[in-house]
């Protein structure tokens, strides 16, 4: 069964600083990967996918994330932060085996100091 | 077009009782989610509701919840004799599902349910 890490409850960094945010994965199959963003008061949303192809993915609002098969990981960056991003990020994994079941991690809240 | 939508956006409830919690998804959405949301645990899979299979129910915590869908299209989540570790925000999402290729789920606002 697939499952989620993520590393570090809390991330906190500067306006214009590098955002880094970790995710490690376990799967048995070839993983569908994804990020999801949760604005204060908001439900969450899509913030970047990977299925197939091209390891590193481009999402909304200037994030990627590079899929590391090697390494089991799926780290979300940008390289400078915005005072808007603060927000609580979940990764998730989603295998086909599983019928496309999709399993969060336990979120990382990100704060930026201005 | 409407998104996914979810009712009660509160619920406030004794010990004891019971609650009813429903989900309408996105038109055509084939897959369903039930989640729970607390303070520090992220995401916790409840069940998965998949076209006409049998739904995967091993995230539900214990024989107190139960859920069901009807036609195919609105979700109901019941929990039974609540308690209050069962206080936690419910979110519902859904998304095109098998036979389309993986496609990410559209979430509800949640209902928030608190046991007093």
């Known amino acids: 069964a697939q499952s989620v890490t993520q590393l570090g409850s809390h991330v906190s960094v500067s306006e214009g600083a590098l955002v880094l945010l970790r995710c490690n994965y376990s799967?048995?199959?070839?993983?569908?990967l994804f990020w999801y963003v949760q604005y204060p008061n908001q439900g969450l949303q899509l913030l970047l996918k990977?299925?197939?192809?091209?390891?590193l993915v481009k999402g909304i609002n200037g994030f990627e994330a590079e899929f590391k098969k090697s390494e089991t990981s799926f780290h979300l960056t940008k390289p400078s932060a915005h005072m808007s991003d603060a927000a609580e990020y979940f990764c998730?994994?989603?295998?086909?085996?599983?019928?496309?079941?999709?399993?969060f991690g336990a979120g990382t809240r990100l704060f930026v100091k201005a | 077009g409407a998104g996914v939508s979810q009712s009660p956006s509160n619920k406030v409830t004794e010990k004891g009782k019971d609650v009813e919690l429903r989900c309408d998804p996105i038109?055509?959405?084939?897959?369903l989610y039930w989640y729970r949301q607390s303070l520090g645990q992220g995401l916790e899979f409840l069940i998965y509701?998949?076209?006409?299979?049998?739904?995967?129910k091993s995230g539900l915590p214990s024989d107190r919840f139960s859920a069901e869908r009807t036609g195919g299209s609105v979700s109901t989540l019941t929990i039974q004799r609540t308690q209050q570790e069962d206080s936690a925000v419910y979110l519902c999402?859904?998304?095109?599902?098998?036979?389309?290729?993986?496609?990410?789920?559209?979430f509800g606002n949640g209902t928030r349910l608190t046991v007093t």
């Open positions: 998730a994994v989603s295998e086909e085996t599983g019928g496309f079941k999709t399993i």
């Open positions: 999402a859904s998304s095109l599902g098998q036979g389309r290729g993986i496609s990410p789920l559209h």
């Open positions: 509701f998949q076209g006409n299979s049998a739904p995967d």
């Open positions: 038109s055509g959405h084939t897959a």
């Open positions: 799967s048995s199959v070839p993983p569908y």
């Open positions: 990977y299925t197939t192809g091209a390891t």
